[in-house]
């Protein structure tokens, strides 16, 4: 054994070096030196014995990956990589997660001002934040695609049923963890979703006291509280990702055990040919597939990234309150669907239905056993999930607020333009254009662009719920037959001869109150909203995802 | 591969660019986040104060303004909140009378959350029973705090030096009784010594519709005027025996700064001694 000092005499300090780098490299790499990494790179063929597999052999991280793949699946199709995006943003969750950990405390009395200090005192947080909540979702979207592909390409089929069914776990995991996350900034979006899904879960199709009991282990206490915030944070950080954790490992297990399946066309029916593959059509893990997978990683880092900052923002409502129930609560979208169903039929019903569905989808693969995995022989099952698809689709519309049960007129109109949660159109007038007055709606200022466009959206919103409203265009057409109020069921509750106005008035120094005040057959209100200068509403209109 | 190498160099270097552009900008950021927590917890404190505070206080903070739950007009029972004794300075002269130590922040938010005893300012702060999370609490607090102006505090407060006896006074100064009626709602005197009418109707401090004639007895030597006149300036000199619920307390829970309010209008004083004292 000689030492690097014996080295340096032996060959001089240069070459001494190169080999030490040399070494260092092939530890690292757990068999490539720094010349098989550049022959790599530059796209040469590997020395024999190739060094290139010898990470597969050697370390832990390739070693549960393949040494090499099919051509045939290394394109876009048939994979969309929509199974590696998946677990790319599960490692992302869990970094920006961790992140946010050390910023959080579960509890009521913490957990919000928590949220406000991620976003006012610590450096990136409301970045990490954003990239979070928009990874949360996109993780949804891709995990979802990832079932659909599977399910086109008829990749569930014998003898990958399995792993299918570990599929649609993981799935169901995700949708889960997404929504137990929306839990822990505990304001009123928070508190208010997650009461509408308990109210789901003690409507269980069991009896009573199995049904309180689910509930109170779900939030600890008879109401929510303390103990179900931490709960839910403990199944967030803890149970589920897991669970998730163990899934994946059993699913990626068994994607390695059986291959990526080719594309449909590409194989003789009832063949599974994933595993033989020609030496002409293998391509390797290293270096093509990893130089893949780095780039992929970079682009889709670039792109959540530059979403999180500029194009989307995670909402943050005010503190949760038991007693103020907000207007219109709405499920996250991805689970609209289940909001939609509730509109159709009773709650028992559905919350007894969605797992129904999940079995069959789990145990789908073990009776719908055609041996194609060819479009063209395959269109029933085909015909099936698009209609399922269809039908989603639709439910998701119907659980949208365009379907929602429609409050009074006045209140449907102050949820349009000053609503109790969220900026609105109105407090997203700059502080600086509040000026004091009394306005009507529709009223140009001059000089003043901001109350003027949001006095247009005032006209507009009480045209959609009035009827005498001067400038409506739809005024005889809602003398005789109501309003063209879109939801289907109270057509004829639009305010008849309305007087509205906007009264804004500075109350303190900095602070204005924005006053509606209505006056109309049966409707005698006024609603106040405080504005302070420093309240930044108008940030929050600058994102896509944000509704002023 | 070459392409893919370059896509993936240039994509995360972009990105490097985004992230530090974003830690360029951050300083300002947090700044705004800062400024923009803090108007809206005073927004959620004016909404707090209204629903709860403003029955009290009154809507503008000034105990002039006060409805019952039906929109009726009733005497206030708490205190000008939004006045310079309060807010201006970093110790206000009602801190001083008080004996409070700590800051104005913290004076406003513990009264809020504890209450003050011996008067009808009850406990706010879930922590001592009352309705509000902490935070709610110091909504509140800083919604109150806010009315601190310089058009307020800027003022040079006026002193009046009030003389020794009540008939130097009111030979500078002769009362109106019909105006004092309404000064006995807005200074809410009416709060705690209830309606002159109705004996009965005080709530906190003693029924006052006969202490022209009782008020004589109190001291010996002190004419019922100058025994009014000294208890509204000076209330811890001598403390009553006829509190609703028995002796009141020492201290008095009467605000002892009456001397300071008045001080723009002495006027005030004498219409409510004329207003009294019957004459």
Avoid at chain 1, 321 to 328: K, M, S
Avoid at chain 1, 337 to 345: C, R, Y
Wanted: aromatic share 12%.
């Amino acid at each position: 054994m000689t030492t690097f000092f014996d080295q340096v005499k032996e060959m001089g300090l240069k070459q001494a070096a190169i080999a030490k780098v040399d070494e260092a490299a092939e530890r690292i790499t757990a068999g490539m030196n720094v010349g098989d990494i550049r022959s790599a790179l530059r796209g040469d063929e590997p020395r024999r014995p190739n060094p290139r597999l010898r990470p597969h052999a050697d370390s832990f991280w390739f070693h549960i990956r393949p040494s090499f793949y099919h051509t045939e699946v290394t394109h876009i199709y048939p994979t969309f990589r929509l199974g590696w995006l998946s677990t790319f943003m599960f490692v992302w969750e869990t970094i920006t997660g961790i992140i946010l950990m050390v910023f959080y405390t579960p509890s009521p009395s913490a957990a919000y001002s928590n949220m406000w200090n991620i976003l006012s005192n610590v450096p990136l947080g409301q970045l990490f934040r954003n990239m979070h909540r928009i990874g949360a979702e996109v993780m949804v979207l891709v995990v979802a695609l990832h079932m659909l592909r599977t399910f086109i390409t008829g990749s569930y089929k014998k003898p990958r049923q399995f792993t299918w069914a570990t599929g649609m776990i993981l799935l169901v995991l995700t949708l889960l963890l997404s929504f137990s996350g929306y839990l822990l900034p505990w304001d009123q979006l928070a508190y208010w979703a997650l009461t509408v899904f308990l109210s789901g879960a003690e409507a269980a199709p069991a009896p009573a006291a199995v049904n309180s009991n689910i509930l109170l282990i779900l939030q600890g206490a008879p109401s929510l509280g303390a103990g179900g915030l931490l709960r839910w944070y403990l199944f967030h950080v803890l149970l589920m990702p897991l669970i998730l954790g163990i899934f994946f490992f059993v699913h990626y297990y068994k994607v390695v055990l059986h291959g990526f399946s080719l594309p449909p066309g590409r194989e003789e029916i009832g063949e599974d040919t994933a595993k033989r593959v020609p030496r002409t059509e293998r391509t390797y893990f290293m270096p093509d597939i990893f130089t893949s997978e780095l780039m992929w990683t970079a682009v889709t880092t670039l792109l959540l990234v530059a979403g999180a900052l500029w194009f989307w923002d995670a909402p943050l409502e005010h503190h949760a309150d038991p007693i103020v129930t907000p207007l219109h609560v709405v499920a996250p979208w991805y689970l609209s669907w289940s909001q939609g169903w509730l509109k159709l039929a009773d709650k028992t019903l559905v919350v007894g239905f969605i797992p129904l569905l999940m079995v069959s989808f789990i145990v789908m693969p073990y009776f719908e056993v055609g041996k194609s995995r060819r479009y063209a022989d395959r269109r029933l099952g085909l015909s099936v999930a698009f209609l399922f698809m269809a039908v989603m689709f639709i439910s998701n519309w119907m659980g949208s607020p365009e379907y929602r049960v429609e409050g009074s007129p006045e209140m449907e109109v102050i949820q349009e333009i000053l609503p109790g949660e969220g900026a609105g159109t109105m407090l997203a007038v700059p502080y600086e254009y509040l000026t004091p007055g009394t306005y009507s709606p529709g009223q140009e200022i001059p000089g003043n662009p901001y109350l003027t466009r949001a006095l247009e959206e005032y006209q507009a919103a009480m045209g959609r719920h009035s009827c005498t409203l001067q400038g409506n265009p739809e005024l005889d057409k809602c003398k005789s037959e109501g309003t063209g109020r879109y939801s289907n069921n109270s057509r004829n509750t639009a305010m008849l001869d309305p007087i509205s106005t906007l009264t804004i008035e500075e109350i303190q120094p900095n602070l204005s109150t924005l006053t509606l005040r209505f006056e109309a057959t049966g409707v005698d209100l006024d609603w106040t909203s405080w504005r302070h200068a420093d309240s930044n509403y108008e940030e929050e209109c600058r994102f896509v995802n944000k509704d002023c | 591969m070459q392409v893919k190498v370059v896509i993936g160099t240039i994509a995360f270097m972009l990105t490097m660019i985004i992230l530090g552009f974003a830690a360029l900008r951050e300083p300002a950021r947090l700044e705004e986040f800062t400024l923009a927590y803090e108007g809206r917890s005073i927004e959620n404190g004016a909404r707090l104060f209204q629903n709860n505070c403003a029955t009290c206080h009154g809507v503008n903070g000034k105990a002039e303004e006060c409805y019952d739950s039906a929109g009726n007009v009733v005497g206030c029972k708490g205190l000008p909140l939004n006045t310079a004794s309060l807010l201006c300075g970093d110790k206000p002269s009602r801190m001083v009378t008080l004996g409070w130590e700590g800051t104005k922040g913290n004076f406003v938010q513990n009264t809020i959350a504890a209450g003050r005893v011996g008067t009808v300012m009850p406990t706010w702060s879930a922590q001592f029973g009352g309705p509000m999370r902490d935070d709610q609490v110091g909504d509140v607090a800083a919604f109150v705090l806010n009315w601190e102006s310089d058009a307020m505090c800027g003022v040079e407060a006026v002193v009046f030096e009030w003389p020794d006896s009540v008939d130097d006074f009111l030979a500078d100064y002769a009362g109106d009784a019909a105006n004092g009626e309404g000064l006995f709602l807005t200074y809410a005197c009416s709060g705690c010594h209830g309606d002159l009418g109705t004996a009965g109707s005080n709530a906190v401090g003693p029924w006052l519709g006969e202490i022209a004639v009782i008020g004589g007895d109190r001291i010996a030597g002190t004419s019922a005027a100058q025994y009014v006149y000294e208890s509204i300036l000076h209330p811890n000199d001598f403390i009553a025996p006829d509190c609703p619920n028995g002796p009141c307390l020492s201290p008095s829970a009467m605000p002892p700064n009456f001397a300071e309010r008045m001080s723009a209008n002495p006027q005030d004083l004498a219409d409510i001694l004329s207003l009294l004292l019957g004459e």
